[in-house]
């Protein structure tokens, strides 16, 4: 028996949430028409509910808007040259030491 478990993209979650939503069906008919456990649709609206359009990233990804990637970005800069600093102190105070 195959135990790969079944991937769905982006699209196919959110066009089964907003079908789940406008249908009028049960999840569980919704489920059934789209061959899928009503468990997983049941948490695709969850998920939907809870992140709008940001929603279903995939592989561990994480949907951003533009600002929380900007802070992000400059966060990571802030952090190396935190970095670079430190080392500059570092080997400023070792070359100003005197044998």
Not at 30 to 49: C, F, M, Q
Not at 50 to 55: H, I, R, S, V
Not at 78 to 91: G, S
């Amino acid at each position: 028996m195959d135990n790969k478990k079944k991937q769905f993209t982006q699209e196919f979650k959110k066009e089964a949430v907003e079908y789940s939503v406008s249908s009028g069906k049960t999840v569980e008919e919704v489920a059934r028409d789209l061959g899928i456990s009503h468990h997983n649709l049941t948490r695709w609206r969850k998920e939907y509910r809870k992140d709008g359009e940001l929603a279903f990233p995939g592989h561990g990804k994480e949907n951003l808007t533009p600002q929380e990637e900007k802070v992000r970005k400059l966060q990571k800069e802030l952090n190396d040259i935190q970095i670079e600093r430190d080392i500059l102190k570092k080997a400023l105070a070792i070359f100003t030491k005197k044998p």
